[in-house]
């Protein structure tokens, strides 16, 4: 719900349980933030921007105006003038002047939720959702900016975006743009992030905020396996169950910054948006600008509940096509099982052993194209190899339908190989500074893709081979970052625009590729989890999450991901041992049931794994279609984290009607002499009563105990025999 109060001025946005406010103070029309917290019956509180204390407002004190501007909390603060804070925009006038300032004009209260041009964005009908239409300018510069704030009504979400537009008679340039901005009081909070690495990506960091500027970002063009465009900024006492939480998550697929800045006065401006570096756009007149989204969470009630309320956005409002609701086909990639040493016999060799234990779709990863007999070349050359697809793809991808399985095929489509017949015949349509030797990383280059050109070859390449056989499956990978960012297609005073200009053709791609092909299930990658973020999961409903299928290292990895993202989008194989990233090996059982919190499928030699392992197979895939509804639509519950604790890891998920939970245990290393470790579960009907069931461990009987007892008292999971063990225990009311 959103309401105006003319009288207060003020703007009262509200979700199911949560409160933000925006007041028009003065007769310069400021835009101050008022509140963003727990539900509140009243429009008032306008107080909470202090400007009956001094400085006050420069109408009353015009002496000390740029002591006003240094402390007023602002909606969408500018620089310049004499906010001394971080601002969320920056611009350059072409006579080079920097200051701005804005002041409230109009507004505009929506049902439902507009789309933004050219960018992926949550989406709402007229019944889930209700927008705000702020719209204020500077009339020096001859700028409106439009701030757009939605309230779900079923999730306690609001989203932000802004787009400027050049109202003046002169071009100007945009040096930084923020989606979101929150000012407010300081309460000794702690700042969230997820941090990473190749193979180790989205760790949970959590660190007091002091004062100063404090922030996680990526320049790297792509949101990173380093940092994630998430930041939270939590009461320091928070925990999974009770506390105070602001969280923002960026639906944005580039270079971004989260920011926290304390202030002398201990307030707090938390922001998210692209990266000013190396971010400058041209807006001539008339010309506007549409800044991706950001998502804002706030719940009093802990990590769980900001998870679930994160969960339930994208579930409903992000994810779309086919497959938003629906099972996964299990799957078998052959990357980690061959490599690039594979034909059409070898795959069908896997293919046939894959179908007779349940597997439903063949994925046929990198290196079936041009002479890609290894990473140092080819890419760009969208042709099938039949040397090594022998007989062609139609015949491989009809044989493998012919098992009952699906097709599935591999493409990198923005890159470009130096040794490729595509650079051979365009050297120019690699990203380069004219004079500069380019930075080769993987032997590649990444494609100019602001170049309209160039991205309606490439698409029509790759939909080419999509349109030449039953290909139901696509794995869009980027394996390197961004460097040397210069295009021949654009003027000297717009190459500040190419890092954005690049992600909205990917954008651009991809929404081409799920137009054309709507039944397509497409899953982003890029070298593992580097681009894991909602502005992807638009287009794909699941993201290959890390190249370390370790189960152990994915206990980390997979808990940082589902803080923010549901276990439906959680890209998670079972692969072989020892493990190809850090050579442990762990019992089969346990990398199915970690997998199995994931998209679940298989990345590794089905014909040449000990049988022991390969006779698990069939009892994983009944576990998948027995407990995959539950764990894609369930709740998700953090009990334990081996990340903090370095023994053991839990969470639990529970179906929406509470009638049915599953947990899964991961015992890390054992230790002589222990009791059964005690855990308390959560999320249940205290009013019901519930069998549990201990999926894989058959020395423990089903009993039944109420659900109130299994969350105060808890439940006690037997010390399992070795290191590495997992135990799946199923609930439901009896
Ligand atoms: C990186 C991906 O994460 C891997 O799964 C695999 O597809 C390779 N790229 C192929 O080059």
């Not at 889930?128 to 702020?134: A, I, Q, V, W």
Request: aromatic share 12%.
């Amino acid at each position: 719900m959103i309401t105006y109060n003319e009288r207060e001025r003020i703007f009262k946005l509200d979700t199911p349980d949560t409160t933000y406010m925006i007041g028009i103070v003065d007769e310069e029309n400021f835009i101050g933030h008022i509140y963003y917290g727990k539900r509140l019956k009243e429009a008032e509180a306008s107080y909470l921007m202090r400007t009956q204390e001094p400085p006050f407002v420069p109408s009353t004190n015009n002496r000390e105006r740029c002591s006003f501007y240094d402390c007023f909390p602002f909606e969408y603060p500018t620089s310049g003038v004499g906010d001394y804070r971080e601002g969320c925009i920056g611009i350059r006038t072409a006579a080079g002047h920097v200051g701005s300032m804005l002041s409230y004009v109009s507004h505009e209260i929506l049902e439902g939720k507009p789309e933004l041009e050219g960018l992926p964005a949550t989406f709402g009908s007229e019944q889930d959702c209700m927008t705000l239409k702020l719209i204020c300018e500077d009339r020096h510069v001859g700028m409106q900016v439009e701030l757009l704030y939605t309230v779900f009504h079923d999730t306690d979400v609001i989203t932000r975006s802004a787009k400027v537009t050049n109202t003046g008679r002169e071009y100007f340039y945009l040096t930084k743009i923020c989606s979101a901005c929150i000012d407010m009081d300081n309460r000794d909070f702690d700042m969230i992030s997820l941090h990473g690495s190749w193979a180790r990506e989205r760790h949970i960091q959590r660190k007091a905020l002091g004062y100063g500027i404090q922030s996680v970002s990526s320049c790297r063009g792509e949101s990173s396996h380093q940092d994630h465009p998430f930041l939270a900024l939590a009461d320091k006492h928070a925990t999974q169950e009770n506390g105070e939480i602001y969280a923002m998550n960026f639906v944005y697929s580039g270079n971004f910054r989260a920011q926290a800045e304390v202030t002398q006065f201990d307030s707090v401006r938390m922001t998210m948006g692209i990266h000013p570096e190396n971010f400058c756009w041209k807006l001539e007149c008339g010309e506007s600008f549409q800044a991706p989204e950001a998502v804002m969470v706030y719940t009093d009630k802990g990590f769980d509940a900001m998870t679930q309320t994160f969960h339930r956005l994208y579930r409903k409002h992000l994810i779309r096509g086919e497959y938003k609701d629906k099972k996964r086909p299990i799957l078998i990639n052959n990357w980690e099982a061959t490599y690039f040493d594979f034909n059409t016999d070898k795959l069908l060799s896997i293919a046939r052993e894959a179908s007779k234990l349940g597997i439903e779709m063949l994925v046929m990863d990198d290196g079936w194209f041009g002479n890609r007999s290894s990473d140092n070349c080819a890419l760009g050359d969208w042709k099938v190899n039949e040397n090594k697809i022998n007989g062609g793809l139609k015949y491989l991808v009809d044989e493998v339908n012919k098992l009952g399985m699906k097709f599935g095929i591999w493409f990198e489509p923005e890159m470009i190989s130096p040794d490729s017949d595509l650079y051979r015949a365009h050297p120019d349509w690699a990203f380069a500074i004219p004079g500069r030797p380019g930075t080769e990383s993987r032997q590649q280059f990444v494609l100019d893709l602001s170049r309209q050109e160039i991205v309606d070859y490439i698409y029509e390449q790759v939909a080419s081979v999509l349109r030449s056989a039953n290909i139901e499956y696509v794995k869009w990978d980027m394996n390197r970052q961004l460097t040397d960012i210069g295009s021949c297609g654009l003027p000297a005073d717009r190459q500040g625009e190419l890092y954005h200009r690049y992600v909205l053709a990917v954008y651009q791609m991809q929404d081409r590729l799920t137009r054309e092909f709507p039944h397509l299930l497409l899953e982003n990658c890029s070298g593992g989890g580097a681009r894991f973020d909602p502005g992807m999961l638009y287009y794909s409903p699941q993201i290959w999450c890390s190249d370390d299928t370790d189960a152990i290292e994915r206990l980390e990895i997979q808990e940082g991901t589902a803080l923010i993202y549901p276990l439906s989008t959680i890209g998670a194989h079972v692969s072989d041992c020892p493990n190809h990233t850090v050579g442990r090996v762990t019992p089969f059982e346990t990398r199915g049931i970690v997998a199995l919190a994931g998209t679940f499928g298989y990345e590794l030699d089905v014909t040449k794994i000990p049988v022991e392992d390969r006779e698990m197979i069939p009892a994983q895939v009944a576990m998948y279609h027995k407990y995959n509804d539950l764990i894609r639509e369930g709740d998700y519950y953090r009990i334990a984290s081996y990340a903090q604790n370095r023994k053991y890891d839990c969470w639990q998920v529970v179906s929406g009607d509470k009638k049915q939970a599953l947990v899964t245990f991961v015992q890390v290393m054992n230790r002589a002499n222990f009791k059964s470790r005690r855990i308390l579960l959560k999320g249940l009907d205290g009013e019901k009563r519930y069998r549990v069931e201990f999926v894989n461990d058959d020395s423990v009987e089903d009993q039944i105990y109420s659900g109130d007892t299994l969350m105060k008292a808890g439940l006690l999971v037997p010390n399992p025999w070795g290191d590495f063990k997992a135990r799946l225990i199923s609930l439901t009311e009896a």
